[in-house]
Nanobody, 121 residues
Framework: QVQLREFGGGLVQSGGSLGLSCEASIAKTSLYRMGWYRQAPGKQRELVATITTLGITEIAEAVKGRFAISMDNTKSTVYLQMNSLKPEDTAVYSC???????????????WGQGTQVTVSS
């Protein structure tokens, strides 16, 4: 089974920066894509940013120009740099990994437990 270890998050003032990272317990050869989703209280979970092993990114409009996603060249690790944070960025941020493990016929999605990001005004 795939395990995702998330690091970062916490409390920051509006306009500040935070970094998140997520390590997947699988070889990068099995990996297709990693990324971050978030869920604010009373709202549905939404995509924040994803990146494939080829470097193709998808960034939510709400965070474009403020957040940047990147992937380690050798490890199954994804980073999310969050700048110019706003109170509306407050949410639980969860890491997601799409991978096809040896013996599997298709990709599956795996999720981390989530880390809280709180932006105070």
């Amino acid at each position: 089974q795939v395990q995702l270890r998330e690091f970062g998050g916490g409390l920051v003032q509006s306009g500040g920066s935070l970094g998140l990272s997520c390590e997947a317990s699988i070889a990068k050869t099995s990996l297709y894509r990693m990324g971050w989703y978030r869920q604010a209280p009373g709202k549905q979970r939404e995509l924040v940013a994803t990146i494939t092993t080829l470097g193709i990114t998808e960034i939510a409009e709400a965070v474009k120009g403020r957040f940047a996603i990147s992937m380690d060249n050798t490890k199954s690790t994804v980073y999310l740099q969050m700048n110019s944070l706003k109170p509306e960025d407050t949410a639980v941020y969860s890491c997601r990994c799409d991978a096809r493990l040896p013996g599997q016929s298709a990709r599956n999605a795996y999720w981390g437990q989530g880390t809280q990001v709180t932006v105070s005004s």
